[in-house]
């Protein structure tokens, strides 16, 4: 019964402790902002790594979700007749909800796995212990370029996603199914308006922020729980990153549709 | 030569995400950067029911600008609208509200006058007529009591059923 009790206050405390942990890393991030190792050729580089080499990625599921979309929608909206309102329905859903949560999923799992893995081989490897024995910050120097990378990155290609699907969706219910070209334009633009874009932007932002604090942070201390600093811990800590980020994109997208609507 | 390369990879990327965005936001979002491409006029009507703010203003079917905000006035409604530079009202233009199709949105229609004499920016239309109330209608359609309503087309429709 009391080792019950007591097993109960571990979990709280580790709990307590992790959430503090986390809070902490994400300040000295921030804090990285202004100090010195200088960042504009490695924040480059990781907007070269999350941005340009996502695109692929990106430009396909925004094609393929665009292009479905089309067609389910061509389907459900030709029993009430009403195939002209197929381009708000397209635009709004990928604007407003597809756009910002499929760029942020795939760039999770493209993006940030990767990231995770990276830290956490610097971690097993005590790559970081030397740069905190050089003197060198290691989360100015390692984790806010990444963090500023992501918050350039996701946005723009959270755009790129939209107008990509959108092109997919004219291209099926234009083209293939035969709604009319312009009732599909004119009902996307009478129906966005510029709080949809806003709502998608502040989405990428936030989503953005949470991915890279997240698997980041797994990374960083990777094998802290256990122990036990070795390979197994690194898959472990991308595993957990990969899910927990995931997981906390599509819970934040609720609250912030929620608070925006 | 290999930063020159990163340098224009993340360019041609930064360059693709901003054209996307501002599609997004200017075409799509209608996102007003200059100020100087409407103007404002305002219209004091007895009942604007079921319109709504960002609602189309049109002359003749075409779009001339949008519903800017809707206030109350002395028991009355007044509508602040922003009407395109390139079109210019006559004093004596008459704004009625009207509906798209039986069950669709409301809009303001402005049909054109005579007068030669524009209405400036910032300044008000004098005529204007409430939306039709089509409750009201069915109503007085339901109790045969249409054909004293001044409209004639309304008379004819509801003398027919008679």
Sequence with gaps: ?261 | MDRKGLELSVGVFLLIGLLCLAYLSIRLGDLQLFGGADYRVEAVFSNVAGLKEKAAVTMAGVNIGQVERIGLQDGRARVEMRINNGVKLEQDVIASIKTMGIIGDKYISISPGADDEYIPSGGAIQDTQPPLDIENLLGKFVFGSVDNNKSSGQKESGGDKK
């Design chain 1, 1 to 261: 019964m009391i080792y019950l009790v007591r097993k109960l206050g571990a979990i709280a405390l580790d709990l307590i402790e992790g959430l503090g942990r986390m809070g902490m890393f994400f300040f000295r991030v921030i804090r990285g902002v202004g100090r010195p190792p200088g960042k504009y050729l490695s924040t480059l580089k990781q907007v070269q790594f999350i941005g340009t080499k996502s695109f692929f990625v990106i430009g396909f599921t925004a094609a393929f979700t665009g292009m479905v979309l089309g067609l389910q929608g061509y389907y459900t909206l030709s029993k009430f007749g009403s195939e002209g309102l197929l381009g708000s329905a397209v635009g709004l859903s990928l604007i407003r909800e597809l756009g910002p949560v499929l760029t942020a999923l795939m760039v999770t799992g493209r993006a940030g796995s990767a990231m995770c893995a990276e830290i956490g081989i610097m971690r097993i490897e005590e790559q970081i212990d030397a740069l905190e024995c050089m003197a060198v910050d290691p989360h100015s120097y390692l984790i806010t370029p990444k963090l500023i990378a992501g918050l350039i990155a996701l946005p723009l290609l959270t755009a790129f996603c939209d107008v990509l699907g959108i092109f997919g969706g004219y291209l099926i219910g234009v083209q293939l199914l035969g709604v009319s070209g312009g009732a599909f334009m004119d009902g996307l633009t009478s129906s966005v308006v510029w709080d949809d874009v806003y709502m998608g932007i502040v989405k990428s932002f936030c989503f953005a922020v949470l991915m890279i604090w997240i698997c980041t942070y797994k990374g960083y201390y990777a094998g802290l729980d256990e122990g036990n600093f070795g390979p197994e811990e690194v898959s472990w800590a991308t595993t957990q990153a990969v899910v927990y980020a995931s997981i906390s994109i599509l819970v934040s997208d609720y609250i912030i549709t929620s608070i925006l609507l």
